[in-house]
């Protein structure tokens, strides 16, 4: 007879374990609970995304402080970047952090039994764990798909023998290339881009499209890409790459656009054209759950076709892929199930953010979103120069743009182009999910001298010219 369990989670990254801590809280660990995974424990945010990605943003940042400096009668110099030595004390970090925050959790919950193998359905209460020539089954009176997501190749002709890396394994090479190539742009392409360019590469970045990364506020974007142009990253938008081979030892992508064919010759081929969800091979029809390319489909509470089987994380069909909405959709999830709820997230409330310099954040709806689906919208946009801690900074490059209801001034949206958006962006979240308004914003001192205070400028633009204004006036 298979084994049964309270509840069974395939995957075994920020969903599946916030699902599972959840689960163990909500029935003081009386829940039995099947974890099934394989690869390196944790999925993608410790191995190949947040962790890696922002270690290797850091370092960059490093090393290009060093060789720009800000401020006058401070000297820069060049910085020697041992690109063998940096990428191993990544991969170190990376294997720290797999083990504070993921393999040793684990030990505090006995109830907890981790499976390492593939799993796949048998029927709609049963799946089988491949672990090479071994098999199990396993049963569930619940089940959580959360087996997240994988990097997305394009199809593109001689690709795949011309070779490329992806954010799945870019983390993995020891050499740094002089050229690299990103086909796609969105968070990863910017955010490596900037990175592998301060570090010593010469980075294009090639889209299809003219907006660097959907869902930005195209006035923000355009600044965000002039910022990273002036770092010596070309971008060359409107292109589509159609073929990919090798000459003389090199790379070399033909692109077509409106002006006709051109070729860009590189070292190395990054893909960054979006995930894919993690749903091959788990043979969801035998489980009757619905599915299609773009991940697994869920009603508001994140219960699949099957009633007992709820889908978390990158493996749904939605609109953000992040690592902070898997970990909440796995809680929401576990207490559904144990506490017989129907909850949901409003995605509109959840906040997103390009851990570029300058940073890119954003909650809420951008203006023309409103416009179209909602009402009528009001905006307000205040320039990063105009933020007295920014210009001690001495960074200028960066906006700051309050979207509102035309009609109640309610905070419908926030997006910030700015030094340190990622943490700012914090209290435009909880002014959209309590329905503030920019009076409530403007009725709130806040600390002098920050960049926040760009924030609250914005607000104060909605009922004053922020020129005529001194220094915290309120």
């Known amino acids: 007879m298979p084994e049964e369990f309270d509840l069974v989670i395939i995957g075994r990254g920020a969903s599946a374990f916030s699902a599972a801590i959840r689960a163990s809280e909500l029935t003081s660990g009386q829940a039995s609970i099947a974890m099934i995974g394989y690869g390196p ?86 799946v089988s764990i491949k672990n090479g020539s071994g098999e199990i089954v396993v049963q569930g009176y619940n089940f959580i798909i959360a087996t997240g997501s994988s990097a997305k190749a394009k199809e593109i002709e001689g690709l795949g023998e011309t070779g490329y890396i992806t954010s799945d394994n870019v983390w993995d090479i020891s050499n740094l290339p002089q050229t690299l190539a990103i086909i796609g742009g969105g968070f990863i392409g910017l955010e490596l881009g900037q ?31 002039e910022s990273l142009s002036s770092e010596g990253i070309d971008f060359l938008t409107g292109r589509k790459v159609t073929k990919v081979f090798r000459r003389n030892g090199k790379k070399v992508l033909e692109i077509s656009s409106g002006h006709g064919i051109e070729e860009v010759e590189a070292e190395e081929i990054l893909i960054a054209s979006g995930r894919t969800a993690n749903v091959n091979g788990l043979e969801l029809e035998m489980a009757g759950v619905v599915y299609s390319e773009k991940g697994i ?8 076709s099957n009633p007992i089987i709820y889908a978390a994380g990158d493996v749904v069909e939605q609109r953000y892929k992040l690592e902070t ?14 506490n017989h709820l129907d909850n949901g997230i409003n995605i509109n409330q959840i906040p997103w953010a390009v851990f570029t310099e300058p940073q890119y954040a954003s909650v809420g709806y951008t203006e023309a979103e409103y416009s179209s689906r909602i009402g009528r919208a009001e905006c307000r946009d205040v320039p990063l120069a105009s933020v007295p801690k920014a210009r001690i900074l001495r960074e200028d490059k960066g906006m700051f743009k309050i979207v509102t209801d035309g009609q109640s001034g309610k905070i419908v949206g926030v997006h910030v182009v700015s030094p340190y958006a990622a943490e700012i962006i914090m209290e435009g979240v909880y002014a959209v999910k309590l329905g503030l308004t920019y009076n409530d914003l403007i009725e709130n001192s806040h600390i002098f001298p920050t960049v926040a205070e760009g924030i609250k400028l914005a607000a104060q633009s909605f009922t004053r010219d922020i020129s005529k204004m001194s220094c915290c006036v309120e």
């Open 41 to 126: 424990i944790g999925g993608t945010c410790v191995n190949v995304g947040c962790v890696p990605s922002k270690y290797i943003i850091e370092a960059a940042k490093v090393a290009h402080t060093q060789a720009n400096p800000r401020y006058p009668g401070i000297s820069g110099c060049s910085p020697r970047v041992d690109f063998p030595q940096l990428m191993n004390s990544l991969r170190e970090a990376v294997m720290g952090e797999r083990k504070t925050k993921y393999a040793d959790v684990l030990k505090s919950y006995d109830n907890i039994k981790v499976y390492d193998g593939k799993a796949a359905f048998v029927d709609s209460n049963k």
């Open 297 to 304: 489909a869920v009603n508001e509470s994140f219960k699949t």
């Open 195 to 225: 990175a592998f360019n301060r570090l010593g590469s010469h980075v294009i970045i090639i889209k299809e499209h003219a907006t660097i990364a959907a869902g930005i506020e195209p006035n923000l974007g355009e600044i965000l890409t």
């Open 325 to 338: 909405l898997a970990a909440r959709e796995g809680a929401t999830v576990a207490s559904n199930l144990f």
